[in-house]
């Protein structure tokens, strides 16, 4: 499953997180549309949530793997590992879609 993490995010800002990080975030689970950007081209996923404290949800599972999406249009997206305090500083940084093997309960 994947789920949307905005740049601005506890989360991202306050900690980061890395491939094979377990989860448990709280997260919408429906009603996020909103809240996504653009989805970069070729991304043919569904995106099943946003993390978000006030969420009615939990993203729950281990991270397989993290898209940082930027650009002007927020249309594109590198696949990283991790996200050090320097992926958090782009200039143009949207924030991260998100695969996370496991449930979202």
């Known amino acids: 499953m ?6 601005a995010e ?3 800002v306050d900690g980061g997180f890395a491939v094979g990080d377990p ?4 997260a919408l689970t429906a009603d996020f549309d909103e ?15 946003a993390v ?11 991270i397989t793997t993290i ?3 930027t650009g002007r ?9 991790a996200t050090p305090a320097e992926h958090v500083q782009v200039l ?8 996370v093997d496991g449930s979202s309960s």
Request: glycine share 12%; hydrophobic share 40%.
């Open 10 to 12: 506890d989360i991202a």
């Open 67 to 69: 898209l940082m999406v």
């Open 2 to 7: 994947w789920t949307w993490v905005d740049g």
């Open 35 to 49: 809240l996504l950007p653009q989805l970069p081209d070729g991304f043919d996923h569904p995106v099943d949530s």
């Open 23 to 26: 989860t448990g975030w709280p």
């Open 73 to 81: 249009r927020r249309t594109t997206a590198y696949p990283i590992t």
């Open 52 to 62: 978000d404290d006030d969420g009615d949800g939990v993203v729950d599972g281990v």
């Open 92 to 99: 143009d940084l949207a924030g991260f879609l998100v695969e």
